[in-house]
């Protein structure tokens, strides 16, 4: 007699999530830039946010960049096709807001610096390094993820030093020479 729903994973879902945790590892060397992302689907429902480092320039003309999330986030139908949304690159300064944002059991606009325009439903956070006034273009499925392709409509950019994420550790640049 044997009970499953307490039982230790087999050998081969072990070396499956040891395989993953080295993949993940080994992605873990690539720098990347850290953003906060956030939209209002709609009154009634609220803001919404979420720290992402997965975010990437893909065309110029038309102006198009790219960001994931996961198929198990309780946000993902907030980024639908034609959702407005807002790319926050965060500066070095706002390590805090990214954790914020990456937490799923707090308030995330809690004492954040933010503003709601009229004319674009997203709120904008004050401070960053660049921001980027999106609109879903396309969502394509990936692995555990869907990729948003968003049109950027506009953006703006601040003289601040951006937030870098690598090897699971967030890292100030305003220090580092260039090489």
């Known amino acids: 007699m044997s009970n499953s729903a307490h039982s ?46 997965s975010f990437s320039s893909v065309s110029m003309d038309p102006a198009l960049v790219l960001w994931s999330i996961s198929n198990k986030s309780p946000n993902l139908a907030a980024f639908d096709l034609g959702s407005q949304h807002v790319i926050h690159i965060l500066a070095d300064t706002q390590k805090d807001l990214a954790y914020q944002f990456s937490n799923p059991k707090v308030d995330k606009f809690a004492d954040v610096d933010y503003a709601l325009n009229e004319d674009f439903h997203a709120p904008v956070i004050a401070g960053c ?14 692995g555990d993820h869907s990729i948003i392709l968003a049109r950027v409509l506009r953006f ?18 305003e220090n580092f020479a260039p090489v």
């Open 8 to 53: 230790s994973p087999t050998p081969d879902a072990e070396d499956r999530l040891k395989a993953q945790r080295a993949l993940r590892d080994a992605l873990g060397h690539f720098a990347t830039g850290v953003t906060v992302i956030t939209t209002r689907p709609s009154v009634q429902e609220g803001l919404v946010g979420l720290t992402v480092n």
């Open 129 to 142: 390094v660049a921001r980027f006034y999106c609109e879903t273009d396309r969502v394509f499925q990936g």
């Open 156 to 173: 703006d950019t601040a003289a601040h030093a951006p937030l870098l994420f690598v090897k699971g550790s967030m890292l100030a640049t």
